[in-house]
């Protein structure tokens, strides 16, 4: 069984950080593009940041590119998202999910999601 669990988010002043972990584990991780999306109240999910399995280019949404960045530790299964200089739209829940084909946006292009984690960012 495919499962992917997010954990490290939380609660921060606008300008902090915040390091979320994204587990992976029912299958071969190092086969997989892992990416980070964020849903906010009454908006539609959106794609965050990505890296893509087959040769570990990231990828990242204009609002993002310069604050976050995505890494990998195939040994721990794990992919991480530092998020520097939060501000309060970023506040959303962030989710990871799993796909066998390249980066993308698009959540549809994604087969396998984890529960999500809580980012409130305080102004």
């Known amino acids: ?3 992917l669990v997010e954990s490290g988010g ?9 390091n979320l972990s994204c587990l992976v584990f029912g ?15 009454g ?3 959106e794609g965050v ?10 990828y990242y949404a204009d609002s993002e590119k310069g604050r976050f960045a995505i890494t990998k ?3 721990k299964n794990t992919v991480y998202l530092r998020m520097n200089s939060l501000k309060p739209e970023d506040t959303a829940v962030y989710y990871c999910a799993a796909s ?8 549809q292009s994604f087969d396998s999601w ?3 984690t809580q980012v409130t960012v305080s102004s």
């Open 73 to 75: 530790d195939n040994a």
């Open 1 to 3: 069984e495919v499962q």
């Open 114 to 116: 984890g529960q999500g």
């Open 100 to 107: 066998f084909f390249t980066c993308s946006y698009h959540a």
């Open 27 to 41: 299958f071969t991780f190092v086969d997989y593009t892992i990416g980070w999306f964020r849903q906010a109240p």
């Open 10 to 18: 939380g609660l921060v002043q606008a300008g902090g950080s915040l």
């Open 49 to 58: 940041s990505c890296i893509d399995s087959t040769d570990g280019a990231t």
């Open 43 to 45: 908006k539609e999910r």
